[in-house]
C-alpha cells in the first residue's frame, strides 16, 4: 500500500484530473465529506452546492478549462501544486463594473493551489488556488 504522502498526491492528481473531464460528483469524492475551495480573491465556495455553483460559472466563462500539471509536492499535511490554467474565453465574464462578452481567446496561465488534509487522511478539506486576476483580463485581451 502507498504511504499517506503518496496517496495524497494521487488524490490531488485525480481531482485536477476529474475537474478537467467534468466529474463533478468524482471531484467532490475526494474530500472530506465537506467541499471547500477559498479562492484568492476572498471567495469561499463551501459546501457541495456552493462549489457545484462554482464549477457552473467558472465553466460558463471557460468551457473547455484544464489543467496541466508541472509540479506537485507534499508537505505536512498539505499538498502544493503548481500547474497551468487553459481554456477558451466563451462565455461572459463578470467583472466589479462591467460584463464582458466572449473574446474567443486563449488562457494559458501559470497557477499554484494548496490541497488541505486532515492528520492522516487522504481526503481533500479544502483547495486554496493563487492566481493574479488581472493576468487572467490580460491573457484573452481584456483591459482592467
Given at each position: 500500500?502507498?504511504?499517506?504522502?503518496?496517496?495524497?498526491?494521487?488524490?490531488?492528481?485525480?481531482?485536477?484530473?476529474?475537474?478537467?473531464?467534468?466529474?463533478?460528483?468524482?471531484?467532490?469524492?475526494?474530500?472530506?465529506?465537506?467541499?471547500?475551495?477559498?479562492?484568492?480573491?476572498?471567495?469561499?465556495?463551501?459546501?457541495?452546492?456552493?462549489?457545484?455553483?462554482?464549477?457552473?460559472?467558472?465553466?460558463?466563462?471557460?468551457?473547455?478549462?484544464?489543467?496541466?500539471?508541472?509540479?506537485?509536492?507534499?508537505?505536512?499535511?498539505?499538498?502544493?501544486?503548481?500547474?497551468?490554467?487553459?481554456?477558451?474565453?466563451?462565455g461572459e465574464m463578470r467583472l466589479p463594473d462591467r460584463v464582458v462578452p466572449a473574446t474567443?481567446?486563449?488562457?494559458?496561465?501559470?497557477?499554484?493551489?494548496?490541497?488541505?488534509?486532515?492528520?492522516?487522511?487522504?481526503?481533500?478539506?479544502?483547495?486554496?488556488?493563487?492566481?493574479?486576476?488581472?493576468?487572467?483580463?490580460?491573457?484573452?485581451?481584456?483591459?482592467?
Open positions: 500500500m502507498p504511504d499517506l504522502a503518496e496517496r495524497r498526491i494521487q488524490t490531488v492528481r485525480d481531482h485536477m484530473h476529474r475537474e478537467t473531464v467534468y466529474d463533478w460528483d468524482g471531484v467532490i469524492d475526494t474530500f472530506a465529506g465537506h467541499p471547500r475551495y477559498e479562492m484568492a480573491t476572498g471567495q469561499v465556495f463551501d459546501g457541495e452546492e456552493a462549489v457545484r455553483g462554482y464549477f457552473a460559472a467558472s465553466r460558463s466563462v471557460f468551457p473547455d478549462q484544464g489543467n496541466e500539471i508541472i509540479a506537485i509536492a507534499h508537505t505536512g499535511n498539505t499538498v502544493l501544486v503548481e500547474f497551468w490554467l487553459t481554456g477558451t474565453h466563451l474567443g481567446r486563449k488562457l494559458r496561465m501559470r497557477m499554484a493551489a494548496s490541497f488541505e488534509f486532515a492528520e492522516g487522511s487522504d481526503r481533500i478539506l479544502v483547495e486554496r488556488p493563487y492566481y493574479d486576476q488581472a493576468a487572467v483580463a490580460r491573457s484573452i485581451g481584456i483591459d482592467l
